[in-house]
Every structure is written in C-alpha cells, then in structure tokens.
C-alpha cells in the first residue's frame, strides 16, 4: 500500500501559476501510474491528468491541456502537477492518486487527504 502527501495548494489570480506536488511512500512508487484527480464545491471529482510508471505515458482532461503538466521522479517518490494559465473554474481540491492496475477512474485506489487550489478572477 502507498500513502500520499500533497502539498503546493493556495489562492492565485487567474492567469497565475502554482506546482503541487505529491509525495509517495510506504510501496515501490515506480510500480504505479499517478494521477491527479479534482473536486469542486457541489461537483462530482474529476480526473485531471495521469502518468504512467515509466513516465513515458502521459494522460490529460480536455479542460488542461496545454496549461497543466504532470510529471514524477521515481528517484525521490513524489509526483508534480504544474498548472499554468489558471481560470476561477479551476478552483477545486485537488487529490493525487495511484493505480496499480491501470489508467481508468476506478483503478485510482489510493489517495491523498487533498490540497486547496482557488483561482481568483
């Protein structure tokens, strides 16, 4: 089993940046495909983007592409999900996840508790 640790949340104005990152520990990281994973106030949560354990596959949401960008480093455990170009719709908890067994929404077994990104207009 892993335990993930997000950290990198707060407020911005739109058309600022941040960087989450998610640390890993407790299971081989490298095994896993990571993704990022978001919930809004009254909304279902959503996948963002997922990468596979080599690093080499990459997966994004529509709504992203092009602003965010997800990468790992297996050598230090942890995930980033850099954000760039922000929008008020993009104000949310954002979770960081781990698969074992695939790329789908229900593969995403393990979570983090969650990290607050809000997007100021």
């Known amino acids: 089993q892993v335990q993930l640790v997000e950290s990198g949340g707060g407020l911005v104005q739109a058309g600022g940046s941040l960087r989450l990152s998610c640390a890993a520990s407790?299971?081989?990281?490298?095994?896993?495909?990571m993704g990022w994973f978001r919930q809004a106030p009254g909304k279902e949560r959503e996948f963002v983007l997922a990468i596979s354990s080599s690093g080499v596959l990459r997966r994004y949401a529509d709504s992203v592409a092009g602003r965010f960008t997800i990468s790992r480093d297996n050598a230090k455990n942890t995930v980033s999900l850099q954000m760039n170009s922000l929008k008020p719709e993009d104000t949310a908890v954002y979770y960081c996840?781990?698969?074992?067994?695939?790329?789908?929404?229900?593969?995403?077994?393990?979570w983090g508790q969650g990290t607050q990104v809000t997007v100021s207009s």
């Open positions: 407790g299971a081989t990281f490298r095994s896993y495909t």
């Open positions: 996840s781990a698969s074992t067994t695939g790329w789908g929404i229900s593969d995403f077994r393990y």
